[in-house]
């Protein structure tokens, strides 16, 4: 009779006691999030979802201005508006997951102090909803690339590296999903990290090859060391590279060592992430 | 019966004041004693009991307190108390949205809880989009809630709205369609907090009868706050007070309602002219005494026929008053009222010092119970010079033989009826 309780709920659990069968239970209301995400963004809207092509069709000019005109920073030979709308289209989908992840406690206070489920399912949403805004901007960048195809100029070659794209998205989501719920949850007592966080997220941008190609760095050295090299470090720069270089053959492959850098990376940082966000959600309600 | 839920212990600490502030050292000296000396949390020692209009000194406060008791499968409980006596604190750490500080609570079936009606709607989906939102965040599938859309529609009353975004919806048709998705919630163990308090009559209705459906029907363990005590009463089975974060009674429904009733409405000992409730400033309380008596209990005994009502003090103002009294029972339900002025238009002219005294006429056959007691000063629908709320507590006790047979329960009304027919 002792055994037959369904659950114990008491002061402290094991650290790595995450009931991912629970989550797997609530995957309903994870789909029910992200139609929500979805539907609510551009309502009462007249463009609609046209907004998710407006934005970086206006982002990419901009750089094609500043960055492609004004400073003249070649794209290895590719076309300005492929190679612009490559990054955006990543980098955009990286941030927005980061910034909507990032204050998971904060945003939903109202709703989790007043009903139980499990809290990841709001952060994992954000990522999936995200995925769609992605899927529409990344058709944008195939009509972009088939205008510069029929052309003929400036569109680079395709090769076999574009099929990695599934496992870029995986790993760009998976970093995006570990580095904002650890920020969510350090956010939750102190807010000073999340004002830092969203000033980090612009600069990270330019430590990102989005608005130069990686090639232009190589050679130069900080510190002694390639700046290629350091780069390379961020674990978003290998993803970038590998897309760029599949769809539009700009520049050369990073080489898969950097690629299984940036997937360790993304697995550590998500293993600790989801450690410290189930260690915190479990009583942030009275510090949030 | 097997016990559905088992509360060892439960304890709940909190930091009053701002969060965030001064709470870094508090951290650091937490994580050193016991993560680096592995000694008992400090703070965890200190902390008074939560009483909220009592100024303390510790910056800690048990809003919880060692609350142990078992609930059996199909109990329905009714938990009450004063604000802060921590109730939705403990329904908060069964539903697990927080954590208890000390002890355990074992639960055997799915909870499914209902703090809030409606959490999670966005105002810019439809009603039925709504719908499937807060099921999924209660804890339904998507199939669950397909299967009864229907019905919660119907039980929701908004049909026609369905496919209309919220935010157009009044607010008392987003509680219903809140509270009719919460309704057909199928879990072992319902935890209800406040929800009944929605909508207009008509609906309050249908919502308790839905809560006695699924207490007594279907035979669910149902854990249920309220200041509702007509509705604790025609729900529960058994009753839970809590007081400053402990435990105060543990049983009967009736007997948890006059425990909770008597703690809440007495001014402890104190006198009715403090517990004026609101004052004009001209107007100077000395003395008011009712029964008899200024301290706030008193018996009115089977052959007394009146009761006296005495006040005195002083006015800088002069002004035209009468005097109300309301009889209520211990639930807030007013019983009878004798409201001179209102009746007859005559007003007592009273100023500097005075003395205002009335010998209200008690009715005949006025059931054995306790009363509690307004007085009011005012001019009859204009203004109250000073209205003094649940005042005082009468006794109303019969000895036999004036009524042949005194009602003994005191749950058949207030008055005793007695036909035309001679005996």
Redesign the interface.
Known sequence: ?QN????????RRGLLDVNFREIWR?R??M??FV??DI??QY??TILGPLWYIVQPSITVLMYMVVFGGIAGIPTDGVAQPLFYLAGVCLWQYFADCLNSTSNTFVKNAG???????PRLITPISCVVSNLVRLGIQFGLFLIVYAVYYFIGTGCGTVNAYALLLPVLVVVLAGLALGFGIIISSLTT???DLQILFTFIVQLWMYATPIVYPLSQVRGKSLMGMDLATIMSLNPVTPIIEAFKHGFLGAGEFVGWGWLCYSLGFMIVLLALGIVIFNRVQ??F???V | M?SAIEFDSISKQ?RLGQ??RG??SADLSRWWATTVLRKEDPYLKIGETNDRSIRGNSDYVWALRDITFDVQQGDVVGIIGKNGAGKSTLL????????????????????G?L??VG??F?P??TGR?NI??NG????M??HEIRSKLDEIIDFSGCERYIDT?VKRYSSGMTVRLGFAVAAHLEPEILVVDEVLAVGDAEFQKKAIGKMQDVARGQGRTVLFVSHNMAAVKSLCTRGIVLQNGCLAFDGLTDEAIEVYTHKCCSVDAGRIVDGIYRKMKYLDLHRISFNGTEATESTINGNQKTVELKIEGTTSVPVDVAVKVIFKTLSGTPIMSYAEGRCTGVLEHIEGDFTYVRNIVLPQYIAQGDYSIDICMHKPSVLDYFYAKDCAIVHVQHSDDIQGLPLKLKNEGAFSLVSTQEK
């Open positions: 009779m037959e309780w369904n659950e114990i709920i008491s002061p609530y309903d209301l789909t029910l139609k929500r539907i609510t309502k009462q709703m989790f102090g007043k009903v139980y489920f007592k102190y807010r479990r009583s309600m009275d510090t | 097997a909190y969060v965030g709470t870094l908060k750490i069964l539903s697990k949205v927080t954590t208890p500080t000390t002890g355990e609570i074992r639960t055997r079936g799915r909870i809880t703090l809030e959490t999670g966005h810019e989906m989009e499937y939102m999924a965040i209660l804890g599938t998507k975004p």
